[in-house]
C-alpha cells in the first residue's frame, strides 16, 4: 500500500526548542516552510488549531492559492462553528486548492483551553456532539437537496449548500484519540485516525481498537491510521543521540523559565486531562527506549504535551522504524522537527526516499507473491 507523509504548516517559527522570532502569522515563513515541504517530497501539511492562534482556513486558504501539490490536513473544533458554516467553509477550501483539502476533528482533550472559547460542555458530551457534527457536515458536503436536522447539539430546517468540495463524493474526515469515547467516535466516523508515536506492541493495540470500532459501527471498511512522531536525525548515530540530548535540555531550559506555554499554560503544570497524553507519560516513566528508535524523553520534558516521542538515529536507523510502523499497518507517518524549517528539509532528503523506496519494494514482493499464489490455485483447479 502507498505511504504519505505529513508535516506541519507552522505560521511562526517557535518550537519548544526555540522561542518565536516571527509574528504569530507570517506570511513569509508560512509560504517558506510549506514550499520546503512541497520541494521535499512531503504529501501534505497539518495547519493546527489552538485557542488564540491565528485562523487555520484562513492560513490554509493563503497556502493553497500559492502551491500546486501539497495538501492540506485542516484541524477544526466543532465549538468555533455551526456544522453548516463549517461545510461551506471547508467545500470553499477544497475548491480554492483543487481538491487537495482532509479535515481533521478535534473534540478536545482539555477543559481549561475549551473554556477559552466558550466550551463548556463535558469531554464525554463533547465527543457525542463531534459524532453529530461530523454526520451534518458529511451530509451538507453531499446533499443536494434541502434537509432537516434536530439532535442533541443541533437543530436546523431545510438547509442545502450552493458550494460543493471539489472531491467527490467529500474530503476525508480524520480524527485522533486514545480514550474509549474517542475509539467510538473515531472507528465510526472518521476515514483516518490520528495515533501520537508509542511503541510498536502499543501502537499494535491501538490499531486493533480502532478496527473493533469501526466494527461495533457496522462498517465494513476501516480507518487508515496515521501515526506523529518527532524525528531527530544526524549523519552518525553518535551525533544523533548528542543532538537529542540537547534538545531535551533546551525544553527543559524553556519550561523551567516559563516559556513554553501550551493551551494557555505553562507546560507541564498538573496532569494532563487526555488520555493519550497520560498515556505518554506512563510510557516514558516505564522506560527511556523502546523497540528500533523510540525515545521518550522529550515527551516527559514536555508533560507528555502532544506529539512529542522522538524517533533518534541517522537516517538509515529513522526509516528503519518508520517501516516497523509500517508494517503494523500505519500508512500516514507524520513527522515534525524541533528546527521546522531545516528539519522538514533534512527529513525530506535523508528519510522519506528511503521509506518510499523500502516500500516500493515491498510491494513488490507482495505482488509477485500474490501472483505465485492465484497461479499455483489454478494449477491446483485445473
Not at 484541524?75 to 470553499?92: G, L, Q
Not at 549523519?235 to 534538545?247: D, F, G, I, S, V
Not at 523500502?358 to 499455483?376: F, G, H, N, S
Amino acid at each position: 500500500m502507498p505511504v504519505e507523509f505529513l508535516g506541519i504548516a507552522a505560521t511562526g517559527d517557535g518550537s519548544e526548542t526555540t522561542a518565536r522570532t516571527t509574528a504569530a502569522f507570517d506570511r513569509d515563513y508560512t509560504l517558506r516552510l510549506a514550499r520546503a515541504h512541497e520541494d521535499h517530497g512531503w504529501d501534505r501539511v497539518l495547519f493546527a488549531y489552538g485557542a488564540g492562534s491565528p485562523e487555520p482556513a484562513a492560513a490554509a486558504a493563503f497556502l493553497a492559492s500559492k502551491l500546486d501539490r501539497l495538501q492540506i490536513l485542516l484541524a477544526h473544533r466543532p465549538n468555533v462553528s455551526y456544522p453548516t458554516f463549517a461545510a461551506k467553509t471547508f467545500a470553499t477550501l477544497d475548491q480554492i486548492s483543487g481538491g487537495r483539502l482532509t479535515v481533521h476533528f478535534i473534540t478536545g482533550g482539555n477543559d481549561h483551553e475549551q473554556q477559552r472559547e466558550g466550551d463548556f460542555l463535558t469531554k464525554d458530551e463533547r465527543y457525542a456532539r463531534t459524532r453529530e457534527y461530523i454526520g451534518i457536515v458529511k451530509k451538507a458536503w453531499t446533499s443536494r437537496e434541502p434537509f432537516d436536522h434536530e439532535g442533541e447539539h443541533y437543530r436546523f430546517n431545510d438547509f442545502v449548500s450552493d458550494v460543493f468540495p471539489v472531491q467527490q463524493p467529500r474530503p476525508n474526515v480524520s480524527f485522533g484519540g486514545s480514550s474509549d469515547a474517542a475509539y467510538a467516535a473515531g472507528g465510526a466516523e472518521a476515514d483516518v485516525y490520528c495515533l501520537w508515536g508509542e511503541p510498536l506492541a502499543r501502537t499494535a493495540e491501538q490499531i486493533e481498537r480502532v478496527k473493533e470500532a469501526a466494527r461495533a459501527a457496522g462498517r465494513t471498511d476501516v480507518p487508515r491510521i496515521q501515526v506523529a512522531f518527532r524525528p531527530i536525525i544526524a549523519p552518525t548515530e553518535e551525533l544523533a543521540w548528542e543532538k537529542a540530548y540537547r534538545t531535551v535540555d533546551a525544553i527543559k531550559a524553556r519550561r523551567a523559565g516559563g516559556e513554553l506555554v501550551r493551551r494557555g499554560r505553562p507546560v507541564g503544570s498538573g496532569l494532563p486531562e487526555n488520555t493519550g497524553s497520560q498515556r505518554l507519560i506512563e510510557i516514558a516513566e516505564a522506560g527511556e527506549r523502546y523497540d528500533r528508535a523510540l525515545w521518550t524523553p522529550t515527551a516527559a520534558a514536555t508533560g507528555g504535551a502532544g506529539n512529542s516521542n522522538a524517533l533518534v538515529g541517522t537516517p538509515e536507523t529513522v526509516a528503519q522504524a518508520l517501516l516497523d510502523y509500517y508494517d503494523l499497518g500505519v500508512d500516514i507517518l507524520s513527522a515534525r522537527g524541533y528546527d521546522l524549517l531545516d528539519d522538514a528539509i533534512d527529513f525530506g532528503r535523508y528519510v522519506i526516499p528511503l521509506v518510499r523506496e523500502e516500500v516500493r519494494k515491498r510491494d513488490a514482493a507482495k505482488a509477485q507473491q500474490a501472483e505465485r499464489d492465484r497461479r499455483q490455485l489454478i494449477a491446483v483447479q485445473a
